[in-house]
């Protein structure tokens, strides 16, 4: 969540997308899908992850951990 904040005040400040990955240690890909899912749905969207595909958890955290 901080790598998709900090990409996204770098780019408000002016970076480009390339300058702003190097930054940050990410992708351009996600560069860009960060800021248009910002641009799409507002900065909720833009810093949360969404779920995944796949199977469903068999265990909890908790009863994976006993």
Not at 11 to 29: D, I, K, R
Not at 36 to 61: M, V
Request: hydrophobic fraction near 40%; charged fraction near 25%.
């Amino acid at each position: 969540m901080l790598m998709r904040a900090r990409a996204l005040q770098l780019l408000a400040e002016g970076w480009t997308v390339v300058g702003a990955a190097e930054a940050v240690g990410v992708t351009q890909t996600t560069v860009r899908n960060v800021r248009r899912r910002y641009l799409k749905e507002g900065l909720g969207g833009a810093l949360h992850e969404r779920p995944r595909p796949g199977a469903a958890r068999l265990l909890t955290e908790r009863q994976a951990s006993e």
